[in-house]
């Protein structure tokens, strides 16, 4: 069993950054895949960004690729959105995900998820 937990999320101008961090529990955060996803207002939850287990392999989603950067760091068993030049497209909840596995792929789909965080809200505004 893992348990995610989220934080770094607030209020911020346009253009301003945030950094999110999603924290993980157990012995084991070097098995998981990572993923962001978010959730706007009145919206479905669509997918931001993905990590592989070691790090090496990440995908965004269009919109999001170039400001935003996902890391982790496994001695930690944290995950990191570095999230840059803000719009107000970007405001929602933001949620952290994990999957164990054997391999050193990214997933960007929610059903390939096995763990998720509480969410964390991102507001962005003028």
């Known amino acids: 069993q893992v348990q995610l937990v989220e934080s770094g999320g607030g209020l911020v101008q346009i253009g301003g950054s945030l950094r999110l961090s999603c924290a993980a529990s157990?012995?084991?955060?070097?098995?998981?895949?990572m993923g962001w996803f978010r959730q706007a207002p009145g919206k479905e939850r669509e997918f931001v960004a993905a990590?592989?287990?070691?790090?090496?392999?990440?995908y965004f989603r269009d919109s999001v690729r170039g400001r935003f950067t996902i890391s982790r760091d496994n001695a930690k068993n944290t995950m990191y959105l570095q999230m840059n030049s803000l719009t107000a497209e970007d405001t929602a909840v933001y949620y952290c995900?994990?999957?164990?596995?054997?391999?050193?792929?990214?997933?960007?789909?929610?059903?390939?998820?096995?763990?998720w965080g509480q969410g964390t809200q991102v507001a962005v505004s003028s």
């Open positions: 995900a994990a999957q164990f596995t054997y391999t050193d792929l990214w997933r960007a789909d929610p059903r390939q998820y096995e763990y």
């Open positions: 157990g012995s084991t955060f070097s098995y998981l895949a």
């Open positions: 990590m592989s287990r070691s790090g090496s392999s990440t």
